[in-house]
């Protein structure tokens, strides 16, 4: 075991489980503990897509970067954003809880990676986690725009057809062509 | 935390002064007013309390429904998830008292990943053991009639009879007992360390567990420990139910112990959440059918004087474009 | 490691702080999880006291001075006129059955959200006023003073409650929190704690009949809107009356289904369904209202709005009343229209017309649900359906909130749904039925404002729609609730994006397939049927 890959393959579930305690943490108190247990997908989907998510994300940086890699963790990325974006969270908060994979892996590596002298290797680890978290913010802000347009289209459509005749507006396509 | 604490030292204090003070001659007190007061008010609590529920009326009809309703002939009804009748409404509600049919429902889904597919596993332990708390519960409430009348009555002999079935040690090991403790047990466990019940559980949530598990408790010491006199403590009983109240000696602190604890068990029960024993009767969810399209249900109070905006105000209102729009009105403008 | 800034700093994350109790913890009002206070002229105009402008977010929510009193002799009063209040008060041993089942819970993790947390905040006020042990052991028997937090408390979490009676279903005393919060609500009501998209359609539905306020006769424009679309799109005219008298039916819809969309689709459904029957039916425009906005506030209100139905129908001379696609609508004809404004004495039992078929499970209300209505058809073959105009579409079916644990209406809507398209799937059976989820936008909560809470509320039924929509390609769920109409798309194109939301009779109308017609090219939406090319001039 040379590489910080290796080190986090080998420790993959425990990162997991410590950066899912870590996540949950953001919840109340109590709620946390609650979910902790996780389980049934339907019931309580918070935790269950957490804890896909977090698997996702630490099983993905095992691997070397590929673009096709990226882009399947995106999509796990986005399933917990999606949830943290409407939760109460401030930006930071909703977006930010992929930093907290750095605690959890700090603190689970930091002596191999004494021992073994890593901190390049390190380092660039923390950057692919950077770069996972820019494109957190993406996902957030992606989230709080469809939330906005939400928003929009229910005010819209709850009154379309008053719209339609405060306006007396004719569709177009309904007449001969231009 | 602050309630458990509460809760747990309320008990111990109640089962030391019982424990002392019959020791240090204070037998009649412990044996002979407080159970009498303790009954007293129980009685006029319990009564007071179901009395206060039934007088309120029940204004409408709300039945909670767990399954299809009454509807074409072809469509098959769920006769005791949505009763439509009073009979399947009777039958409800026995599935409600007796077997808990509310608690039974919390499923839980079961993802069994490696096999593929999602599974419906359920979550019904708080249902089994509640179950079994009340049950046993009931039993040796049954049971404890031996020490209030003579001559025994068979069904209670029987009751006895299969619930030591197992005859283990001498006196033979009541299975209830042990199921009781297990019960009450988990329900207090669960409680600690059900992260969301320990958020929500208060003083008289603790307390009632506390007090029936060291009810158990002492009587099991009594039983099987301490092997208490069983004939003076009947002359005790039979003196207290014939009103001619007698003290024997030579009864054991642990019997005083017992049964204050079942005095302060009843002198509580008729203003804590226990009352949901005659609570489940009356849910207005649960014992009304839902047919309140083909029987008018009365609510007492229904005010006459209330009157919708009438047709006429509205079309007082609107006439003129209801006339230039070619709606009918009633009165031409 | 010490030099590396921990990163849950950065996000105020702290481990380290104590659970408070949550008595303790004072809600928080942030733009989207509360909806706006009620507006001065609307209290003015439904005779509501203390009319005044204020705001949620600030300290002084300007009271009137004697607010308690009014508080507890309102409860009092409550208490004196509802058994279920006082059992509900009394009775709950808090085992937590119901705590994780509300869909505001599993979406937030607030834990005020616990149905036995949110009876609990009335329930203190209830033993700390009005039982004597708690008044012996105080705070420790879980009761408290009634103060100006308690209220803010009450305003935040019971209007953070849809009423959609989920909890009630597992608790082993049938504790409905449904009620606690309609009462807790009359409550607030009395001190002028409410909000506006309660009292404001109200106030509309109570004046105009429908909740926007629309005047009788822009709302016959709207109307005529949709009969020239269902020309544009089957070449049929279909001519519905108005107030007609001496009319065998009168059909009551929510009024969402004749301006919003997808309603309006499912409106044009009504309409081809009863010109393909010839059915002798009226419209009214003075009870154009179903859905019951009173039943939202307090009991008084929900009797006065629902008392224009028989009023019109007994005006009209109707013989029965059929009711539209609507959720609490139906809640409230089915549990409480008898009740408070029957008998209906002067309408005669509900039979079809065309099969001939006697509804006596609507005996005493004579009214009907159309959906019972047209499954009767159906079944007697007297409906000639083509599945294929509905080609393309697996449908799933969402239980609405009310017409499942109010009513239980169930095996109707799936019989009509599977006649109609071709393909159909349940999603999983905890999140169906009986146990469905909630949309997150009944009782009142249904506004822009609240669209985030609401959104988050609907994680567990978004949640399910997601599951079979990548499970099985599910891309339409089909409901019949006029709130569903509206909150849902918003719901599916947040957590499930794709899935289209219909009404029940948009695709019964899209099915229909009247004698001699001109084939359709189009749907109700005016899109293009599946294996039919553009239109001729495109090419």
Partial sequence: MNTIEELLAANREAIVQDWYHHILDTYPAETAKLWKKGGDPFANPVAVRSRQGAEAVVRYLTMAEDPKALEAVLDFLDEMIRVRAVQNFTPSQAAGFIFLLKKAIREKLWHDLKRLDIWEQFAAMESRIDGLALASLDLYAKCREKLHEIKYNDLERSQVQLLKRAKLIVGIGEGESA | MAGLMTALLAVVALAAVAALGAGAGMSEVFGIAVPYVAVAIFVAGFIKKVVGWASTPQPFSIATTGGQQYSLPWVKQAKFDNPSTPGQTFIRMALEVLCFRSLFRNTKLDNRVAEGRVAYGSDKSLWLFALMFHYCFLVVFIRHFRFFLEPVPMIITGVEFVDSILQIGVPTLYLTDVFLVVGVTFLLARRLWDPKLSYISLANDYFPLFLILAIALSGIYMRYVAKVDVIAIKQLAIGLVSFKPYIPPNIDWSFYMHFFLVCVLWAYFPFSKLMHLGGVFLSPTRNLPNNTRMERYINPWNDPSIKPHTYEEYEDDFREKMIEAGLPVDKEA | ?539
């Fill in chain 3, 1 to 539: 490691m010490s030099k590396m800034a921990p990163p849950e700093e950065l996000m105020n994350v702290n481990y380290a702080t104590p659970a408070e109790a949550w008595m303790d913890v004072k809600p928080e009002f942030k733009l989207g999880n509360y909806s706006y206070p009620g507006k001065p002229d609307v209290l003015k105009y439904l005779g509501l006291p203390n009319p005044r402008e204020w705001n949620p977010t600030e300290e002084d929510w300007k009271l009137p001075p004697d607010w308690r009193d009014i508080i507890r002799d309102g409860f009092r009063e409550l208490l004196g006129k509802y058994r279920s209040l006082k059992i509900f008060m009394d009775c709950c041993v808090r085992c937590g059955a119901c705590a994780d089942k509300c869909h505001f819970y599993i979406g937030s993790g607030d834990p005020k959200n616990m149905p036995v947390l949110r009876a609990e905040l009335l329930r203190s006020i209830y033993r700390g006023e009005f039982t004597v042990a708690a008044k012996i052991l105080g705070k420790l028997s879980g009761s408290r003073k009634l103060e100006e937090d308690v209220i803010k408390e009450w305003f935040m979490y019971f209007y953070q409650c849809t009423q959609c009676r989920r909890c009630s279903l597992y608790c082993p005393y049938g504790i409905d929190t449904a009620e606690i919060t309609f009462l807790a609500r009359d409550l607030m009501n009395r001190i002028g704690v409410n909000i506006n998209w309660i009292l404001e359609p109200a106030a509309n539905c109570n004046r105009t009949g429908n909740h926007l306020g629309i005047q009788p006769h822009a709302f016959k424009d709207m109307m005529e809107f949709l009969v020239d679309d269902i020309e544009t799109i089957t070449g049929r005219r279909v001519e519905p009356s108005f107030q007609r008298k001496g009319a065998e039916i009168l059909f009551i819809t929510p009024s969402g289904d004749i301006f919003a969309e997808p309603g309006i689709y499912t409106f044009m459904g009504y309409l081809l369904l009863f010109d393909y029957l010839d059915l002798d039916v009226t419209w009214s425009t003075y009870a154009s209202e179903g859905g019951n906005f009173g039943s939202f506030m307090n009991d008084k209100w929900m009797k006065k709005l629902n008392a224009k139905m028989y009023h019109e129908a007994k005006r009209l001379g109707v013989k029965y009343i059929i009711g539209g696609e609507c959720g609490h609508m139906w809640r409230v004809l089915n549990q409480y229209m008898d009740t408070m404004n029957g008998p209906a004495d002067f309408l005669e039992v509900p039979k079809s017309p065309i099969t001939g078929t006697v509804f006596n499970n609507a005996k005493s209300t004579k009214m009907i649900h159309l959906v019972e209505f047209t499954a009767d058809l159906i079944k007697n073959g007297k409906l000639n359906l083509d599945k294929s105009r509905n080609a393309g579409i697996t449908a799933t079916w969402h239980d609405s909130c009310n017409t499942s644990r109010g009513m239980g209406f169930f095996e109707e809507p799936r019989y009509v749904l599977e006649n109609v398209v071709e393909k159909f799937v349940d999603m999983p059976a905890q999140t169906i039925r009986e146990q469905t989820y909630c949309c997150g936008g009944g009782a009142g909560l249904n506004n822009g404002e609240f669209t985030e809470m609401r959104l988050r509320g609907g994680l567990p039924r978004g949640n399910a729609l997601k599951y079979v929509q990548e499970k099985f390609g599910v891309n339409t769920m089909s409901c019949i609730c006029a709130i569903d109409r509206a909150t849902l798309p918003g719901l599916a194109d947040y957590w499930a994006p794709g899935v289209t939301v219909t009404g029940l009779h948009e695709l019964v109308g899209n099915a229909l397939v009247f004698d001699g017609e001109e084939p359709r090219t189009m749907n109700l939406r005016q899109e293009d049927l599946p294996g039919i090319e553009g239109s001729e001039e495109e090419e």
